[in-house]
């Protein structure tokens, strides 16, 4: 509601209607949001959500069942990849963000696997590291030239280079006391960030086009502070945490 709000008034978004908007709320899917409320950013939570739902299935079921249920995964990949359809318009419609799930669960099961079976040496951290850059300007180079194939492999690769990398160095985080602020306001950072990130966004654009690397690491340290500061600010006051946070 309080996204739907933000875009009537500051974007003059019209109101699509309730059959819309509830449509949106219960499927969860990035386009139906961004159709009804302006912001597709949400979509995390319910995929969130459903995702965790179908990692306890995943462990709870038998081997012959986990096999069917990873390749069903692998699957729907596989068909995005081929058909260049959007996992966005191909589950759409689907309560529950529910394709979305199916979509992040290997990506999460293989890391897991992977962090169970690699010994984090200090070269594996540095090895970790090295690779993740890499494969960061590998990315690169696929968005520049618009390399289809190149960025969908990336979609699956990316997250979990990054999540064992993040992993091989945890001990390492654990320590920082300004990880660990932003880490227990983590789900109100993430609901202001991308709202903050899009304005600053807008005005970068609008003064500098195209805008330039400096631009954006300005951009996204003023996003933390601002989205600390409005995460911070909303907890702290009894109602504004009941209304936003309930």
Same mark, same amino acid.
């Given at each position: ?119 984090? $040496?200090?070269?594996?951290?540095? %090895?970790? #590291?090295?690779?993740? =850059?890499?494969?960061?300007? +590998?990315?690169?180079? !696929? *968005? ?78 003023? $996003?933390?502070?601002?989205?600390? %500061?409005? #995460?911070?600010?909303? =907890?702290?006051?009894?109602? +504004?945490?009941?209304? !936003? *946070?309930?």
């Amino acid at each position: 509601m309080t996204c739907m709000m933000l875009s009537f008034v500051v974007m003059g978004m019209p109101f699509n209607g309730w059959q819309g908007l509830v449509q949106a709320v219960i499927c969860g899917s990035d386009k139906l949001l961004d159709e009804n409320i302006g912001l597709n950013f949400p979509w995390f939570l319910p995929a969130m959500f459903m995702l965790l739902l179908l990692k306890d299935f995943y462990y709870s079921i038998n081997k012959r069942l986990k096999k069917s249920f990873v390749v069903t995964c692998v699957f729907l990949w596989i068909v995005v990849i081929v058909t260049g359809i959007k996992f966005s318009t191909l589950g759409s419609y689907i309560p529950f963000a529910f394709v979305p799930a199916l979509r992040l669960l290997p990506m999460c099961l293989l890391t897991f696997w992977l962090f169970g079976k690699v010994n984090f $040496t200090v070269q594996i951290r540095w %090895l970790f #590291a090295i690779v993740f =850059t890499l494969l960061s300007i +590998l990315l690169w180079y !696929f *968005y520049c030239y618009d390399i289809r194939l190149g960025r969908m492999v990336f979609y699956f690769v990316m997250p979990i280079s990054a999540f064992l990398l993040l992993l091989s160095i945890k001990d390492y985080l654990a320590k920082s006391r300004l990880l660990i602020a932003f880490g227990k306001m983590s789900l109100q950072i993430y609901l202001y960030h991308v709202i903050v990130f899009n304005g600053l966004l807008l005005i970068v654009k609008y003064f500098h086009c195209p805008p330039m690397w400096m631009d954006g690491v300005v951009v996204l340290f003023i $996003t933390f502070i601002m989205s600390y %500061l409005g #995460a911070w600010f909303t =907890t702290k006051i009894p109602f +504004l945490q009941k209304l !936003f *946070y309930p």
